[in-house]
């Protein structure tokens, strides 16, 4: 059984959408309804603990809003309760006794077999995405989640009754489930027939959503776009445009391609609210790792009060990626010293997430490859500080990343395979991608089980502190950047390649010292 317990007094339902609700409180606070919020943690654990995935009747949910009585609370009653979403009160306390005898007996092996279940791997992002789109809803949403996905929705009916514009911002960490909410809202607009659009700043990310979800069905394909595909678009042409990645949207849509005549002096922020009736920008602006990305909430509440549009927010507290480890993440904000005054902690773990350090690359790599060879998704990645190489015609990759005896080739630079290794945009999900070391461009937006990170001599620890160092980057670009912007995107980038891994991550630095204190947090 699961219980959501309430301290709230009072709530009412939406009017026209008893999934969310409004509780007592500070004004303007959308929550989602308790019988909604429970049923949603039910589905959840028949998905995805196995011992109960035979057995769904197993399960039942509860919310109790011990402080409320049914006349404060009487209009949430409109969203339909069944087993997995029970509303109880203050008044109802007898009823909710009664049924916790029925449901809850003298069988002791349950806890047991619940507590020792096997826990089946987070239904991965790409793999389900053909299902989501063409089908129905594959993925769970809890909490915050479903609350952004029913404001989208709610958007889109006030557009269409009334002439309505609203901005929508989602802000949340690594598998919070940014990318689910969005692939999950394009999927029920897309089957109901609206106009609508999902755009990136990724190629890979881009380029791999078209290629499995689309499964050559170009109709599918052509919801995929770019955030600079729309320096001409129709102002309002699409009902909703869901802007992905959003920490990447850049200053303007010009590059180094736009023909002088099609060049244009708007800023990309602008051209993507202008775009749709609701657009929804999706971020998390501790991933910003090149210059020149601008994609923050304040840079789009700006634009928004500019046009005297309403912006809606949510923050995603729920963890999808890193073992639904919220721990997990807080360690690597602190480790990077990414919040006020963070520091590094010791890692405690907390039986959902695996952490250990590596003494060398060797055993890094075959450490992975144990996983691999387990049917996980294992990859490697590291800081961008080894020379990037075209491919050699005659032996195909360049073993551009050397460390002592050890050296692997970066993933291929372009969009078609080198000799067996996949183009750059499948290296994180063909299998062939495990032979090369993918850099923060390739990784970035992508999960898979087990992370494997090399910290290269451009972050290094020294004494008490990170040190950052410009003259090891082999980035071109970052290298160029103020020190305050360059020593923020470096640990950007490494935050970004450490949180990509959904079971577990192992560490390594190429410098002593830097290892030692990895060692000294991590411990094995």
């Not at 006020?340 to 003494?359: I, M, Q, S, Y």
Request: net charge neutral; proline share 5%; aromatic share 8%.
């Amino acid at each position: 059984m699961v219980v959501e317990l309430k301290q709230w007094t009072s709530a009412g339902a939406v009017e026209g959408d008893p999934e969310l609700c409004v509780p007592a409180g500070p004004p303007g606070r959308v929550m989602l309804n308790p019988i909604a919020q429970v049923r949603g943690y039910c589905e959840y654990l028949v998905d995805f603990v196995n011992r109960l995935q035979d057995s769904p009747d197993a399960v039942t949910g509860v919310a109790y809003l011990h402080n409320a009585v049914e006349a404060n609370v009487n209009s949430l009653h409109d969203l339909p309760a069944d087993k997995d979403g029970q509303l109880f009160t203050a008044s109802s306390r007898g009823a909710l006794l009664d049924l916790l005898r029925s449901r809850i007996t003298a069988y002791p092996p349950a806890a047991d077999q619940l507590l020792s279940s096997k826990i089946g791997p987070s239904k991965q992002l790409i793999a389900v995405a053909a299902e989501e789109i063409k089908t129905r809803e594959s993925f769970v949403l809890l909490d915050e989640q479903r609350v952004a996905y029913r404001l989208v929705l709610n958007a889109v009916r006030r557009a269409e009754q009334s002439d309505h514009k609203e901005v929508i911002v989602v802000v949340g960490g690594p598998g919070s489930g940014k990318s689910v909410v969005a692939l999950s809202v394009l999927g029920e607009l897309f089957r109901n027939g609206y106009d609508a659009l999902h755009a990136t700043g990724s190629r890979s990310f881009t380029t791999t959503l078209r290629k499995v979800a689309g499964k050559r069905t170009p109709r599918v394909q052509n919801l995929f776009r770019y955030f600079n595909n729309f320096m001409n678009a129709e102002r309002n042409g699409l009902k909703v445009l869901i802007c992905d990645e959003a920490h990447r949207i850049r200053e303007t849509s010009n590059n180094r391609y736009t023909p002088a005549v099609k060049r244009s002096s708007r800023r990309q922020v602008e051209e993507l609210i202008d775009a749709a009736r609701v657009p929804v920008f999706l971020l998390d602006e501790h991933q910003v790792v090149r210059p020149g990305e601008l994609g923050t909430v304040t840079e789009i509440e700006a634009m928004a009060r500019a046009k005297n549009l309403t912006v809606c927010h949510v923050d995603l507290n729920g963890q999808f990626r890193c073992g639904g480890s919220r721990k997990y993440e807080t360690w690597v904000l602190n480790l990077l010293g990414l919040e006020d005054e963070a520091k590094p902690v010791e890692w405690k773990t907390d039986g959902r997430f695996e952490l250990r350090v590596v003494n060398s690359p060797n055993e890094l790599e075959a450490f992975l490859r144990s996983k691999a060879d387990q049917d996980y998704k294992a990859r490697m990645t590291a800081g961008f500080c080894w020379p990037w190489s075209d491919p050699d015609p005659q032996r195909g990759l360049v073993d551009d990343v050397v460390i002592g005896e050890w050296r692997r080739p970066w993933n291929v630079k372009g969009d078609r395979g080198v000799n067996g290794a996949p183009p750059s945009q499948l290296w994180a999900t063909d299998p062939t991608g495990f032979d090369q070391v993918g850099c923060i461009y390739t990784a970035q937006g992508f999960e898979y089980d087990w992370n494997g990170v090399i910290f290269g001599p451009d972050l290094v620890w020294r004494g008490d502190r990170w040190v950052t160092d410009r003259a090891a980057s082999k980035d071109s670009v970052v290298a160029r950047a103020e020190q305050s912007d360059y020593d923020r995107l470096i640990r950007n980038t490494y935050k970004v390649l450490l949180t990509r891994g959904m079971v577990g991550t192992a560490l390594y630095s190429t410098d002593p010292e830097t290892l030692e204190k990895l060692r000294e947090l991590v411990g094995n």
